[in-house]
Every structure is written in structure tokens, then in C-alpha cells.
């Protein structure tokens, strides 16, 4: 069966965006002195000189700078190009450079891409592992440069290249080991893979942390998804009262302690902390906000009248609360391609796609992105197989089946939904009788492990099957089905309803070919 896609207890782990990107946003302005000199807001003063004083001093000065802040525009462009046209005058290395600028403008370094479909096209990674080619070879001029290694790390966990991506971002975090931008970007990474501890670490241990509004709100998330207590919970609470930070730079911070204090039972703070974030939220807070809302129904809250850029987690959200299933995978689609490397976008898709619209191809395309930057993720691998076989492919889903080692899969759900789904891929390619064998084994450890859950959803799922091949659904199975509380879960309800009307119909075609036979 598909891996169910847990709600579970989101937190405000920082996003990893592109530095350029992150600039746009307003993400790394200058509160106090939380910046270390590295990261410009933008390249203005530079812009200004070489627009009143065009020289090659000037264009130098430019290029380096935006090679420095990884930002390519057409200014730099023409400031680059001013270089070649005046060769003479020049450098070598500022030839050079010019060249470097206007070979990654040319070649678009950062494909433009809409769909999922166009994502698909690019699965042998071409134009990703063009840039990364081009920003490798910026590093001979810039080899101190922490944002190239930064983000030739976040281009790495796009195409699922763990070990490059690692080595590269410690790169980075060892030239700037306070710098905003590189610890969020560190610690999100890691978190990407696994290595929680050290993304809490890096940020827990970090003279800029106490300081900085961004860097508070993810240690306290991180600290939370640890089952810890963040020992800067006063110093961010203080931040929120002081009043010397914008709306939006706190609205993180207010959003995680907010968080933390529902968590700790302290709902009439935790509701002042979420109104504050909502002031001015960025995309990672009013996610957060809309995520807490649909359980504690705090506000009347509609995502859309926030101007909020890249807002696309909150929409999904949004989407997938009110049953729209089709408007949910639409948003989950923006919000992988603006974070190709994210799992949850995709099995918020599949399970919309797969379980409520029974629309498998679409459900396929997403568990194969995500496949993309996340090779051997048992839940998206199993997933694919799921909708694979409901798709009666099960060639293709045994294929993936097999690339897992079901009794080393530590994580219970996953591993029952793995037995599950093993038993569907049987019962669509003629053996029922293993099939069934293999359902009623992750019904039993369902059971051992007390996840009433999924031994339902099993259930469910073995009883549809054998209504499939119009076996003689047993009594047991059936008062089973009919025992199961249909309001205590939303799938578990739509599940139930569609296997009893099968059940319906299954009877009504005997009695009718009972009669018929007379």
C-alpha cells in the first residue's frame, strides 16, 4: 500500500535556496551586524559607479563583486562585456572572469523550468551538471569564495550526489563559518540527509546564533525535532519584544517559539506568537502558521491574502485541508521545482494524486522526481511501486520492489506499507494466494508494532484486492471492515467506503447471476 504521508509535527527548518535568490527575497538584510562582510543586500554602490563612470576599474570591480555574491544579471552582463570590448586595457583575469559571466548568462545556468514534466526531461541532469561545471571553474579565480562551494553543494542534493554535496557545503561553512546564509544553508542540508545532530550543532554552537532572528528560529526548530529544549528561548523572546527588528525578520523566530509553547500546552502565547509571525511572514513562517491553524483552528486564515513570494508550501497545505486534491498537487508541483530537493512536496502529490484521485500516472511522475535528488528513499521508492502496480505495471514495480531490503528498513510504517505493497504487486500479477500471505504479514507486525492505523489501511487494502479477483471475501474479513471507525481518520474513511460499495456491487452481480442460473 502507499506509505501514508504523515501530518507530523513540522518545524521551522530553514529553506535552501539559491544566495541570489535568497537576496531577492529579503532574507539576508543587515539586522545589526548578524552579517559578516561576505554578503552584500545587493550590488547597488557597484551598479551606481559603473553607470556614472564607466572604466574597466569599475566594470572589474562589478564582476568580481557578483561573482563574489553569485548574482548574475544583465548589469553584469554589460559590465562583463564591457571587459571583452576593451581587451587591451584589461586583465587576463578579468578576461577571463568576463568570460566565465557571460558563458553562464548565455547558457541560462538555471534552466527555466515550470513542470514536472520538464524536470522529467532533464533526469540525466545535463544543464545541472553544466553549472556545476562552469561554477568548478570559477573557483580557480575565487577559490575563497564559500557561496560557489555553497552552492555547488545545493546543485549536488538536486541530483542526489550526497558526497559531493557534503564535502562541498563543509567547504563552504569552513570560509564562513558565521555567515547567515551558509549556516542555514549548512544546517538544512544536513537535516536533507539525515544528520540532524550536526544541523542543530552548527547552529547551537555558533557565536552569531543568540543575535541573529533567522538563526534563533532554526536552532529552536532543530532543538524541537531533537525532543530537546532550545537553551535560546529567552534570548528569542527577548529579540521578539525588543522591537529593534522588522516584522519579517522575526516572523521565523515567532513562528518556531510559537510552535514550542503548543507544543508545552501554552496555547494563549503560542497563538500571540503566531499572529506576530503572520504580521509580515515569509513562506517558511506562513507555512508554519497554516500547518498549526488546521489542527487549532487560532485564526480564519486564507493563505492568499498574504503577499508572500514562493508561498507554495502554505497553498499546498492550504489545498490539501480543504479536499481540493487537484489544486494540492498543482502547488506541491511549485513548490518541488522551487526546492527540487525536498521529499515532502511529493508525498503530499502521490498521496493526493494516488490515494483520492486514483490518477497513478500523475502520481508515477512525482515519485520519479523525487527520486531525482532522493535515489534510495524507501518511501518514494515503495510509493512508485504502489501506483505502479495499481496501475497493473507490476513488472516495472517489482523493479523497484527489489531495490529495497524490507527487513533492514528501521522506520515501522514504512516497512509495513513495503510488506503491503509487496503483497498488491502479487495479487496484480496472478498470485493471490502470496499476496494475501504477504498483506496478512504487515497486518501482524502492524499489530506487534501497535499501529492500529496501518493495520486498517492493510486491511482495507487486502480486502479490495480480494474483491478484485472476485474471491469469496471471508466473514471474518468483512465484519473486520465493517468494524473499522470511519470517522477516526479521513483515508481510513474514504478507503472504507470505497471497499464496502465494491463489496455492494460484488454481492449484488452473484445474487443476480444466482438468479439468472434459476
Same mark, same amino acid.
Given at each position: 500500500?502507499? #506509505?501514508?504521508?504523515?501530518?507530523?509535527?513540522?518545524?521551522?527548518?530553514?529553506?535552501?535556496?539559491?544566495? /541570489?535568490? #535568497?537576496?531577492?527575497?529579503?532574507?539576508?538584510?543587515?539586522?545589526?551586524?548578524?552579517?559578516?562582510?561576505?554578503?552584500?543586500?545587493?550590488?547597488?554602490?557597484?551598479?551606481?559607479?559603473? &553607470?556614472?563612470?564607466?572604466?574597466?576599474?569599475? +566594470?572589474?570591480?562589478?564582476?568580481?563583486?557578483?561573482?563574489?555574491?553569485?548574482?548574475?544579471?544583465?548589469?553584469?552582463?554589460?559590465?562583463?562585456?564591457?571587459?571583452?570590448?576593451?581587451?587591451?586595457? &584589461?586583465?587576463?583575469?578579468?578576461?577571463?572572469?568576463?568570460?566565465?559571466?557571460?558563458?553562464?548568462?548565455?547558457?541560462?545556468?538555471?534552466?527555466?523550468?515550470?513542470?514536472?514534466?520538464?524536470?522529467?526531461?532533464?533526469?540525466?541532469?545535463?544543464?545541472?551538471?553544466?553549472?556545476?561545471?562552469?561554477?568548478?571553474?570559477?573557483?580557480?579565480?575565487?577559490?575563497?569564495?564559500?557561496?560557489?562551494?555553497?552552492?555547488?553543494?545545493?546543485? @549536488?542534493?538536486?541530483?542526489?550526489?550526497?558526497?559531493?554535496?557534503?564535502?562541498?557545503? /563543509?567547504?563552504?561553512?569552513?570560509?564562513?563559518?558565521?555567515?547567515? @546564509?551558509?549556516? %542555514?544553508?549548512?544546517? %538544512?542540508?544536513?537535516?536533507?540527509?539525515?544528520?540532524?545532530?550536526?544541523?542543530?550543532?552548527?547552529?547551537?554552537?555558533?557565536?552569531?546564533?543568540?543575535?541573529?532572528?533567522?538563526?534563533?528560529?532554526?536552532?529552536?526548530?532543530?532543538?524541537?525535532?531533537?525532543?530537546? =529544549?532550545?537553551?535560546?528561548?529567552?534570548?528569542?523572546?527577548?529579540?521578539?519584544?525588543?522591537?529593534?527588528?522588522?516584522?519579517?525578520?522575526?516572523?521565523?523566530?515567532?513562528?518556531?517559539?510559537?510552535?514550542?509553547?503548543?507544543?508545552?500546552?501554552? %496555547?494563549?502565547?503560542?497563538?500571540?506568537?503566531?499572529?506576530?509571525?503572520?504580521?509580515?511572514?515569509?513562506?517558511?513562517?506562513? +507555512?508554519?502558521?497554516?500547518?498549526?491553524?488546521?489542527? *487549532?483552528?487560532?485564526?480564519?486564515?486564507?493563505?492568499?491574502?498574504?503577499?508572500?513570494?514562493?508561498?507554495?508550501?502554505?497553498?499546498?497545505? *492550504?489545498?490539501?485541508?480543504?479536499?481540493?486534491?487537484?489544486?494540492?498537487?498543482?502547488?506541491?508541483?511549485?513548490?518541488?521545482?522551487?526546492?527540487?530537493?525536498?521529499?515532502?512536496?511529493?508525498?503530499?502529490?502521490?498521496? !493526493?494524486?494516488?490515494?483520492?484521485?486514483?490518477?497513478?500516472?500523475?502520481?508515477?511522475?512525482?515519485?520519479?522526481?523525487?527520486?531525482?535528488?532522493?535515489?534510495?528513499?524507501?518511501? $518514494?521508492?515503495?510509493? $512508485? !511501486?504502489?501506483?505502479?502496480?495499481?496501475?497493473?505495471?507490476?513488472?516495472?514495480?517489482?523493479?523497484?520492489?527489489?531495490?529495497?531490503?524490507?527487513? #533492514?528498513?528501521?522506520?515501522?510504517?514504512?516497512? $509495513?506499507?513495503?510488506? +503491503? =505493497?509487496?503483497?498488491? !504487486?502479487?495479487?496484480?500479477?496472478?498470485?493471490?494466494?502470496?499476496?494475501?500471505?504477504?498483506?496478512?504479514?504487515?497486518?501482524?507486525?502492524?499489530?506487534?508494532?501497535?499501529?492500529?492505523?496501518?493495520?486498517?489501511?492493510?486491511?482495507?487494502?487486502?480486502?479490495?484486492?480480494?474483491?478484485?479477483?472476485?474471491?469469496?471475501?471471508?466473514?471474518?474479513?468483512?465484519?473486520?471492515?465493517?468494524?473499522?471507525?470511519? *470517522?477516526?481518520?479521513?483515508?481510513?474513511?474514504?478507503? /472504507?467506503?470505497?471497499?464496502?460499495?465494491?463489496?455492494?456491487?460484488?454481492?449484488?452481480?452473484?445474487?443476480?447471476?444466482?438468479?439468472?442460473?434459476?
Amino acid at each position: 500500500m502507499s #506509505t501514508i504521508f504523515e501530518n507530523k509535527q513540522r518545524r521551522v527548518i530553514p529553506n535552501f535556496r539559491s544566495l /541570489k535568490k #535568497t537576496v531577492e527575497l529579503g532574507e539576508l538584510d543587515a539586522n545589526k551586524n548578524v552579517l559578516d562582510p561576505f554578503v552584500k543586500d545587493d550590488l547597488e554602490s557597484y551598479y551606481k559607479d559603473f &553607470s556614472e563612470d564607466k572604466s574597466i576599474g569599475t +566594470a572589474g570591480d562589478l564582476i568580481s563583486a557578483a561573482i563574489v555574491n553569485n548574482i548574475f544579471n544583465p548589469i553584469v552582463s554589460d559590465a562583463a562585456q564591457f571587459i571583452l570590448n576593451n581587451k587591451k586595457e &584589461s586583465s587576463s583575469v578579468q578576461i577571463q572572469i568576463a568570460e566565465k559571466i557571460l558563458d553562464i548568462g548565455d547558457n541560462k545556468i538555471r534552466p527555466n523550468i515550470e513542470t514536472i514534466d520538464e524536470l522529467l526531461e532533464l533526469s540525466n541532469r545535463p544543464l545541472i551538471h553544466n553549472r556545476i561545471r562552469k561554477i568548478k571553474s570559477l573557483g580557480k579565480y575565487f577559490d575563497h569564495n564559500p557561496f560557489l562551494y555553497c552552492e555547488l553543494s545545493r546543485l @549536488y542534493s538536486i541530483i542526489g550526489q550526497k558526497e559531493s554535496a557534503i564535502k562541498n557545503i /563543509k567547504v563552504a561553512i569552513g570560509l564562513a563559518p558565521n555567515n547567515r @546564509y551558509i549556516l %542555514r544553508s549548512y544546517a %538544512r542540508l544536513m537535516s536533507h540527509f539525515g544528520y540532524i545532530d550536526s544541523a542543530h550543532d552548527i547552529l547551537r554552537k555558533n557565536i552569531a546564533t543568540k543575535h541573529d532572528p533567522w538563526l534563533l528560529a532554526s536552532e529552536i526548530a532543530f532543538a524541537s525535532l531533537r525532543d530537546k =529544549t532550545s537553551n535560546f528561548i529567552k534570548a528569542g523572546n527577548e529579540i521578539i519584544a525588543s522591537n529593534n527588528f522588522s516584522p519579517f525578520s522575526i516572523s521565523e523566530l515567532a513562528s518556531s517559539i510559537g510552535s514550542v509553547e503548543l507544543t508545552n500546552g501554552r %496555547r494563549k502565547r503560542s497563538k500571540q506568537l503566531l499572529e506576530s509571525a503572520l504580521i509580515q511572514p515569509n513562506d517558511n513562517s506562513l +507555512a508554519q502558521v497554516e500547518w498549526i491553524n488546521n489542527k *487549532e483552528e487560532f485564526f480564519d486564515l486564507d493563505i492568499k491574502r498574504f503577499n508572500v513570494e514562493l508561498n507554495y508550501e502554505a497553498l499546498t497545505l *492550504e489545498s490539501y485541508n480543504a479536499k481540493d486534491w487537484k489544486k494540492a498537487i498543482e502547488n506541491a508541483e511549485k513548490w518541488f521545482i522551487d526546492m527540487p530537493f525536498a521529499k515532502r512536496p511529493i508525498m503530499y502529490a502521490h498521496h !493526493a494524486a494516488s490515494f483520492f484521485l486514483q490518477d497513478y500516472d500523475t502520481a508515477i511522475k512525482f515519485c520519479k522526481v523525487g527520486l531525482i535528488s532522493n535515489p534510495n528513499d524507501p518511501q $518514494i521508492i515503495n510509493n $512508485i !511501486a504502489f501506483s505502479l502496480a495499481m496501475n497493473n505495471e507490476t513488472t516495472q514495480a517489482f523493479e523497484y520492489l527489489n531495490k529495497i531490503n524490507i527487513s #533492514t528498513v528501521n522506520d515501522d510504517p514504512t516497512r $509495513i506499507c513495503l510488506l +503491503a =505493497t509487496s503483497g498488491l !504487486a502479487y495479487y496484480r500479477s496472478g498470485f493471490p494466494e502470496l499476496g494475501k500471505r504477504l498483506y496478512i504479514q504487515a497486518m501482524e507486525y502492524a499489530n506487534k508494532k501497535k499501529l492500529p492505523y496501518y493495520y486498517y489501511m492493510a486491511l482495507l487494502n487486502l480486502a479490495r484486492e480480494e474483491i478484485s479477483i472476485k474471491s469469496d471475501i471471508s466473514q471474518n474479513l468483512y465484519e473486520q471492515v465493517l468494524k473499522i471507525n470511519e *470517522e477516526s481518520d479521513e483515508d481510513l474513511k474514504f478507503l /472504507k467506503y470505497q471497499v464496502k460499495n465494491r463489496i455492494l456491487q460484488l454481492d449484488e452481480q452473484r445474487l443476480l447471476g444466482h438468479k439468472q442460473h434459476r
